[in-house]
């Protein structure tokens, strides 16, 4: 078992949007806008989402990847912190997932 996290990975993230741009992948999304971001976190969603139907695995593991950390980038830009997320996910785990998607549609 990896013991290097998404917790980590959210660290390195938040650590690299304050590096200079020459330095930092991070930094240089963040330079470009939520817009930019928010497009690179599709792209590779669609990517990992192709991945899916494949009978690669080492590819889909390689495409969600590259999934958690623009989806990382764009809390960062918004200002939403994993726990955040977290809490969200807690909540809705106190009711059946059919129940609060029902919810959410009256809404």
Do not use: W
């Amino acid at each position: 078992m990896a013991s290097f996290t998404v917790h980590d990975l959210a660290q390195n993230v938040r650590k690299r949007a304050n590096a200079s741009p020459e330095e930092s992948y991070t930094r240089q999304l963040l330079d470009r806008g939520v817009a930019h971001c928010a497009k690179k976190l599709g792209e590779e969603a669609v990517e990992a989402a192709l991945a899916a139907v494949t009978d690669d695995r080492e590819h889909l593991i390689a495409e969600a990847a590259d999934v958690i950390y623009h989806l990382l980038v764009v809390l960062q830009a918004r200002g939403v912190g994993l726990a955040d997320v977290e809490a969200e996910l807690e909540r809705r785990s106190l009711q059946s997932g059919l129940t609060e998607k029902a919810a959410r549609r009256g809404t």
